[in-house]
């Protein structure tokens, strides 16, 4: 069951809830080969959807991440899968799971797309130009996330402020969610004014008890500047290849020592060394030391609160902000004199 104080507590409740099954329209981002299993439950149980990113994972951890998920909680959750890479056999065991959705970003693959229709299972495409959104349209998505450049992780370029009205303008009848910069109510109400009928934050819920990183991360949000998460170039060096055409994106993270030398030196950043230790400290939680993902909103980030406070917060909060401005702009209407 979802946290009744929320779905009571808010106004919000849109086409996509009705799409997805959940009560709240908040998308807790994936976070590629983190653990974000209990994290994902407390999303569910508030009322938005959870997701599992699938990276660098083995397909029996998978499955047992996925297990201990639906032990958890009963609610619908996405599963997500990239194209750097795209594990094959990855995404054959998500179709046997059978989740609520798959999400996928960084290309739009039509033949993949096809497949989890098929088995009855929802697509949330996220894109990061209207280009890319006009093709996952043609190829079927059911959800797009218009994600701006502020994002962690891989996005694009494109504001969220100019992205997400432009794909509101093309996607017609399909439901579009926000994200990149959103972390408070304030960006909450500001998705609804441009069209949106959900949101996906990630930065916000880095910062959340229930993610399974380091404090040491999870601080560093607190304490960061939006200029402190910075665009992590030459990231070939220490990321898997894309394995299919039409991939783009640069990952965002908070500045680090390695990405700083894969800025300004990349030729020093041995792929031999560096990705082993990469692929080691995530399985510990960590990865922070090397590329901790992050968008700009970490500077919007005060605090570590537990996802379903965050939830409860945010939507509040913008419920508050949607009123003032209502109220603002009904003060501000010329007034009609009876004749």
């Known amino acids: 069951m979802a946290d009744p104080a929320v779905a009571e507590a808010v106004m919000f409740h849109t086409p996509l809830c009705e799409l997805l099954s959940v009560e709240l329209p908040v998308i807790c981002a994936p976070f590629g080969p983190w653990d974000e299993v209990d994290l994902a439950a407390s999303v569910c149980a508030a009322g938005g959807l959870g997701s599992l990113g699938t990276a660098a994972r083995t397909v029996p951890e998978l ?9 958890l909680t009963d609610r619908p959750f996405a599963i997500n899968h990239t194209t750097r890479p795209l594990y094959e056999a ?52 059911d959800v797009l996330v218009a994600q701006g450049g502020e994002a962690g992780g891989h996005g694009g370029d494109v504001s969220t402020m100019v992205l997400v009205p432009q794909v509101v303008d093309i ?33 916000r819920f880095l910062a959340s008890t229930e993610m399974n990183v380091s404090d040491d991360w999870k601080q560093r949000i607190v304490r960061a500047d939006a200029v402190d998460a910075v665009k992590a170039l030459n990231s070939e060096r220490v990321l898997p290849p894309y394995t299919r055409p039409g991939s783009q994106g640069i990952p965002r993270a908070l500045r680090t020592e390695l990405v700083d030398t894969l800025r300004d030196h990349p030729e020093q950043v041995d792929p031999d060394v560096a990705v082993p230790r990469l692929m080691e400290a995530i399985g ?38 949607l009123t003032a401005t209502a109220a603002l702009a009904d003060s501000r209407a010329p007034r009609r004199t009876r004749p």
Do not use: N
């Not at 960084?106 to 093709?135: C, F, M, N, S, Y």
């Not at 005060?302 to 508050?320: C, S």
């Open 90 to 141: 990855a995404f054959d065991a998500t179709i046997e799971e059978h989740p609520a959705a798959i999400s996928f970003h960084l290309a739009v693959p039509g033949d993949l797309i096809g497949r989890a229709h098929a088995a009855g299972i929802l697509w949330i495409q996220q894109v990061t130009d209207a280009r890319q959104a006009a093709q996952a349209l043609d190829a079927g998505a």
């Open 284 to 321: 510990r939680g960590r990865g922070d030391e090397y590329l901790p993902f992050t968008g700009q909103s970490a500077a919007l980030v005060h605090d570590v609160l537990p996802a379903g406070d965050i939830l409860r917060r945010v939507l509040r909060e913008a419920e508050t902000v």
């Open 63 to 71: 499955r047992g991440q996925w297990s201990r998920l639906r032990e």
């Open 171 to 203: 996607a017609g009848d399909t439901p579009v969610v926000a994200a990149g910069g959103i972390a408070d109510g304030r960006g909450v109400a500001a998705a609804f004014a441009l069209g949106a009928q959900g949101v996906s934050m990630g930065t």
